[in-house]
């Protein structure tokens, strides 16, 4: 073993309400990483994401070209697109895949995101997260949640509404007591 082989990635506009010890214990087998589906209906396609990143590319044809090319032979059939902000990532898979060469560089060549990039590397080839590890407010009605993602524009620490705003609120105020009885503490110490 070289390093970790796996780790839980979380977003900063996302609030942990269930236990991440519980994420961290999906079983991942040999996919490259768990993730729920996307619900925003305009990436729920990986191959209509792709073809709407590769028009992006249209002021560059033979970039935009590569990129679909290079899409189409890893991946031979479309497939569900995943959120990226709540993930647990295979990094031993990730590694053996060599992720950092294979992958990364497509971020510079194609100019795609985090979440398109990991979206063409796994395909359909993830594990499916239960959507209560990433509800997401902003998308779609949320009840009994794990993981509070309030992914897009609308975020809890902006004025206006946005479902499940208390709960960051009340995560705020709990962190601001612990951080004045730490502080007290260290005054004692110090004393
Ligand atoms: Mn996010």
New binding site residues.
């Given amino acids: 073993m070289n390093g970790l082989e796996k780790v839980v990635y979380h977003?900063?506009?996302?609030l942990a309400v269930g236990d991440v010890g519980d994420l961290y214990d999906t079983e991942l087998g040999d996919a490259p990483l768990a993730a729920r589906d996307a619900v925003t209906r305009t990436v729920v396609s990986g191959f209509r994401t792709a073809w709407a990143y590769a028009k992006k590319m249209s002021g560059d044809p033979e970039r935009a070209n590569d990129y679909l090319h290079r899409v189409a032979k890893h991946l031979t059939y479309d497939f569900r697109s995943f959120n990226a902000?709540i993930m647990v990532l295979n990094l031993e898979k990730m590694r053996r895949d060599d992720f950092g060469h294979q992958y990364l560089p497509w971020v510079a060549a194609y100019g795609i995101n985090d979440q398109q990039l990991l979206n063409c590397y796994a395909g359909n080839t993830r594990v499916e997260l239960d959507p209560r590890w990433n509800s997401l407010p902003t998308q779609e009605p949320v009840a009994d949640p794990l993981l509070i993602?309030?992914?897009g524009h609308r975020k809890p620490w902006k004025a206006g509404y946005v479902a499940w705003k208390g709960e960051w609120h009340e995560a705020e105020a709990r962190l601001e007591t612990r951080k004045s009885s730490t502080s007290a503490g260290l005054e004692t110490i110090a004393a």
């Fill in positions: 977003d900063i506009d996302a902000g993602h309030w992914a």
